[in-house]
């Protein structure tokens, strides 16, 4: 059962113009939810978070919104550059018996064409 | 500061053979945790550290052991490597539910069995 999906596997988007990513669960007792971006042969590096108890969270290019009636999330970075071409994870956190549990969707490769 | 460190970064392996990945993290976090990366299948959790002293399965745990051998290391260990297990791994650490929502990733292994 797979919790959190990205249902796109790729996008491209042309410079300058927004990348929107999108990211769907289906357990609503999640705490957290994050993005991570991913270089070619690096480890996932974070870029942004937000609670549950949240609907937006922004910071420079990134904004993550959390529509949690519908179990979805995005993330928008306007604008976008060539340097964000690479593969973006959603989270979710589930804080249970003092333990993080911490599941990914399977990730959406975003291309920024200059 | 180092983060998360995992060696090797490269190993390839005959099937039967055994080898152990080591992780380490200087950044006193609680929890530490071992994903595997597939094609299409996002990153998955094989077993996790909730804190020093503990260990527990998840999702992938089938082939593998691991050992918390203290607050900063844990290793995963594969006993009779299959080429099923060719993947990219990586280690990664979070403060644990006392604090932060943030999980902090290696550089990734790139293990082949063949």
């Known amino acids: 059962d797979q919790q959190v999906k990205q249902n796109s596997p790729s996008l491209s988007v042309q410079e300058g113009r927004i990348s929107i990513l999108n990211c769907d669960y289906t357990n609503s007792m999640f705490d957290y939810f994050l993005w991570y971006k991913k270089y070619p042969a690096e480890g996932p590096t974070f870029l942004i978070s937000?609670?549950?108890?949240?609907d937006k969270n922004e910071d420079g290019r990134f904004t993550v919104f959390l529509n949690k009636s519908a179990k979805h999330l995005s993330l928008h970075i306007v604008p976008s550059q060539p340097g964000d071409s690479a593969v973006y994870f959603c989270?979710?956190?589930?804080?249970?018996?003092?333990?993080?549990?911490?599941?990914f969707g399977t990730g959406t490769k975003l291309q920024v064409i200059p | 500061n180092a983060g998360v460190t995992q060696t090797p970064k490269f190993q390839v392996l005959k099937t039967g053979q055994s080898m152990t990945l080591q992780c380490a993290q200087d950044m006193n976090h609680n929890s530490m945790y071992w994903y595997r990366q597939d094609p299409g299948m996002g990153l998955r959790l094989i077993y996790y550290s909730a804190s020093e002293g503990t260990t527990d399965k998840g999702e992938v745990p089938n082939g593998y052991n691991v050992s918390r051998l203290n607050k900063r290391e844990f290793s995963l260990r594969l006993e009779s490597a299959a080429p099923s297990q060719t993947s990219v791994y990586f280690c990664?650490?979070?403060?644990?539910?006392?604090?932060?929502?943030?999980?902090?990733f290696g550089e990734g292994s790139w293990l082949t069995v063949v």
């Open positions: 937000i609670s549950s108890i949240k």
């Open positions: 990664a650490s979070s403060e644990g539910r006392a604090g932060g929502n943030t999980i902090y």
């Open positions: 989270a979710a956190i589930l804080n249970s018996g003092g333990y993080q549990k911490v599941t």
